[in-house]
């Protein structure tokens, strides 16, 4: 079964500067899908960005970017420029390739989570 | 579009009762989820149907059911409620049906559920 850790509980960035969120995880397959989710005190689930794991470059959306090192098995999140809004709690998630038949699982294999603060 | 809507929002029991929670989606998705997130630990998957008529067990199946009711709809089921089963809940959908895709999901607000 994959895995996916997220080693930093609780982290802070001032406002305007950059932060990194880290996630890894386990796997034994070659071709996946890779996820970013924020969770804003609302709790909504909303989606940040997306990553194939067989599409060598990586993701961005406006400020935010992710690191994909295939090989390590790391999959970070940059959030250029932070705004207050982007206080959140942050989810990485993992999810397997799908059957071509459509019988398979689309399910996401979640990480515990990161808080993020936001010193204005 | 309203995305993905679940109902109640909140909701309070007493050990042994039961309730249904409910979710509809209008994006024409053929797959559907359920999870709990409890403190620290993520979300985990409850159930799941990856197409109408379908359902199988995720990660933390037990003391739940589900129903399938057609393709909008997937709901969750707590026969006999215990205080373990305290947890907000989400319902998503994705696409699904096959091939490879990003197949992302989509979420509903959530329910918070208290189990006295």
């Known amino acids: 079964a994959q895995t996916v850790t997220q080693s930093q509980p609780e982290m802070s960035v001032q406002e305007a500067e950059t932060v990194t969120l880290s996630c890894t995880y386990d796997t034994s397959e070659s071709d996946y899908y890779l996820f970013w989710y924020k969770q804003p005190p609302s709790r909504q689930m909303i989606l940040v960005i997306r990553q194939e794991a067989y599409k060598q470059q990586n993701a961005t959306e406006n400020r935010f970017s992710v690191n994909f090192q295939k090989a390590a098995k790391s999959f970070s999140l940059k959030i250029s420029d932070s705004q207050l809004g982007d206080a959140a709690m942050y989810f990485c998630?993992?999810?397997?390739?799908?059957?071509?038949?459509?019988?398979?699982?689309?399910?996401?294999?979640f990480g515990k989570g990161t808080k993020l603060s936001v010193i204005p | 579009n309203a995305g993905v809507t679940q109902t109640p929002k909140f909701q309070v029991l007493k050990t042994g009762q039961s309730m249904t929670l409910q979710c509809a989606q209008d994006m024409n998705h053929n797959s559907m989820y359920w999870y709990r997130q409890d403190p620290g630990m993520g979300l985990r998957l409850i159930y799941y149907?990856?197409?109408?008529?379908?359902?199988d067990k995720g990660e933390v199946p037990n003391g739940y059911n589900v129903s399938r009711l057609n393709k909008r709809e997937f709901s969750l089921r707590l026969e006999s409620a215990a205080p373990s089963q305290t947890s907000v809940y989400f319902c998503a959908s994705s696409r699904g049906g096959g091939g490879n895709s990003y197949n992302e999901q989509f979420f509903g607000p959530g329910t918070r559920l208290t189990v006295l």
């Open positions: 998630a993992y999810r397997s390739p799908g059957t071509y038949s459509g019988a398979g699982s689309y399910q996401l294999t």
């Open positions: 149907s990856a197409s109408e008529g379908t359902t």
